[in-house]
Antibody, heavy 120, light 108 residues
């Protein structure tokens, strides 16, 4: 059974960089049919796609966040990572990692999510 | 950017009743790229429907999806207690991938 697990600091100061890692277990990240992505959900609000990456390194980002986002992949560790720079309180959210099914980009496996709070 | 508008915002129903949730897109979406998710409180979303009408693995047949173009529907034929949750539609017909704002199905 494929499992995804987010990890990283739960508290980030304003103007600093948020960094999270998603560890994939029960399957390989190096599968051509899938992308791997980050989605966030501010408290009490809806879902926002941040971006996605293929194991080959090909990336897609949400234009609304593109200037601040970097997603990378480490196939040797079966992990992919998110960096979001210059954070503000508006970036406070539960951050999920997920697998995107290749033909239609539905998100078929999700991590449990990790709350990141931006505060001094 | 394709905007997805879900209605109603909240649906108040009793167990055993039928639920009909709507998702309307601001531009036409290929059916291949329309999905539905269920999110219970404090949990990650769960994929229910992909390709507008195909049930994901392990999803009961009381859940069904339909629609094309700009109008899509998720139907729950008979609500079970565990079905009371928030439901989101999602598209990737064009970048960026977007979600609807959600419909909450609550116990009446």
């Amino acid at each position: 059974q494929l499992q995804l697990q987010e990890s990283g600091p739960g508290l980030v100061k304003p103007s600093e960089t948020l960094s999270l890692t998603c560890t994939v277990s029960g399957g390989s990240i190096s599968t051509s049919n899938y992308y791997w992505g980050w989605i966030r959900q501010p408290p009490g609000k809806g879902l926002e796609w941040i971006g996605s990456i293929h194991y080959s390194g090909s990336t897609y980002y949400n234009p609304s966040l593109k200037s601040r986002v970097t997603i990378s992949v480490d196939t040797s560790k079966n992990q992919f990572s998110l960096r979001l720079s210059s954070v503000t309180a508006a970036d406070t959210a539960v951050y999920y990692c997920a697998r995107l099914e290749g033909s239609g980009w539905s998100l078929d496996y999700w991590g449990q999510g990790t709350l990141v709070t931006v505060s001094s | 950017e394709i905007v997805l508008t879900q209605s109603p915002g909240t649906l108040s129903l009793s167990p055993g009743e039928r639920a009909t949730l709507s998702c309307r897109a601001s531009q036409s979406v290929s059916s291949s790229y329309l999905a539905w998710y269920q999110q219970a409180p404090g949990q990650a979303p769960r994929l229910l429907i992909y390709g507008a009408s195909s049930r994901a693995t392990g999803i009961p047949d009381r859940f069904s999806g339909s629609g094309s173009g700009t109008d899509f529907t998720l139907t729950i034929s008979r609500l079970e207690p565990e079905d009371f949750a928030v439901y989101y539609c999602q598209q990737y017909g064009s970048s960026p991938l977007t979600f609807g704002q959600g419909t909450k199905v609550e116990i009446k």
